[in-house]
């Protein structure tokens, strides 16, 4: 495939993306649907919406594309395999329980591969007017000025922005993120948690933060952003127990995305510290041996 070629379904695909912004901007009463029991996985019509849009158009243009998108998965329970034929990854609305509380951090995600590789990303936030952009080999950018990351290396410097929410999924899950929170807090210079991970992705890409990482997503949250990153010259690695520090899963997303590798390395390498302090105590509530400590002074 040719960079021309990708610039075409960019010119293509961009102006949907913005005709769609606009429509979230015109929203006014916003009832938000809990999907399948799942208190943390909220669903708007406005998700539906936009993706049923955007897929339409796109596939009367390109008949031969593939989607994978975060309602049409919902609706047949299940994430297509990805195949090496162009596939559009789609969140229509990511950051939903931000956008139902009208939090203006939400935006719109769309990703395509070749041949299963990442090829073009757009993150569009209507409220922030701010559109970030990347296509493989040529950058990235911000409203159409080059972006570059933060190129930060020293982790005392750094603000991390760690997306933990998800841990109400199990008692793993949080004794996993609550060990790595405890191992990482006096080391880095200020924590954050925004709640959507396409913006969370772009902003490392340019600068705004120095590292992002969430475990546990979905292709579509992650399809967009994590090109993004690379292109502005960061470094994006799994985060997961069992594959930490490993190459990024674009099926399986749990990322660590960093300003630079040497940043990045410096957190996997608490990370894979504190991962074996939990994984060798039994599964009970996990209290880290120093937060233990404070607990019983305190008492
Ligand atoms: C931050 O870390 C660097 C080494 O990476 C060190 O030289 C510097 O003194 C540290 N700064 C503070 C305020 O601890």
Excluded at 1 to 30: A, H, R, W
Excluded at 44 to 57: G, M
Excluded at 92 to 113: E, H, Q, W, Y
Excluded at 205 to 222: E, F, K, N, S, T
Aim: some cysteine.
């Amino acid at each position: 495939m040719s960079c021309s070629e990708i610039q075409n379904y960019m010119n293509f695909v961009l102006p949907l993306v913005l005709d769609s912004g606009k429509e979230l901007l015109t929203v006014e009463e916003i009832n938000p649907e809990i999907k399948g029991g799942n208190i943390w996985d909220v669903v708007t019509i406005y998700d539906r919406k936009i993706e049923q849009i955007l897929i339409e158009k796109i596939k009367e243009e390109y008949p031969e594309h593939k989607f994978i998108g975060e309602e049409e998965s919902a609706d047949k329970n299940t994430i297509s395999q990805l195949t090496s034929l162009p596939t559009w990854i789609i969140d229509p609305i990511d950051g939903t329980a931000n956008f139902v509380k009208r939090m203006p951090l939400t935006c719109i995600s769309v990703g395509l591969t070749i041949n299963k590789e990442q090829v073009l990303g757009i993150v569009y936030n209507p409220y922030a007017k701010e559109l970030f952009t990347a296509i493989r080999g040529q950058g990235a950018y911000l409203n159409g000025k080059k972006i570059t990351t933060s190129g930060l290396t020293e982790m005392n410097k750094s603000i991390f922005n760690y997306e933990i929410s998800l841990g109400v999924k199990n008692l793993q899950l949080r004794n996993l993120y609550m060990s790595r929170l405890q191992g990482l807090i006096t080391k880095v210079s200020g924590i954050r948690s925004y709640g959507c991970a396409a913006l969370g992705l772009c902003y490392v890409a340019c600068g705004r933060v120095d590292v992002y990482q969430c475990d546990g997503l979905y292709p579509w949250d992650a399809a967009a952003g994590t090109l993004i990153v690379t292109e502005a010259g960061g470094f994006v690695t799994d985060s997961s127990a069992v594959r930490l520090g490993k190459e990024f899963d674009l099926m399986q997303p749990n990322f660590l995305a960093a300003s630079t590798k040497q940043l990045g390395d410096q957190y996997i390498a608490i990370e894979k510290m504190v991962d074996q302090e939990v994984t060798s105590k039994p599964q009970a509530n996990f209290i880290p041996s120093n937060c233990k400590l404070i607990t019983e002074k305190t008492q």
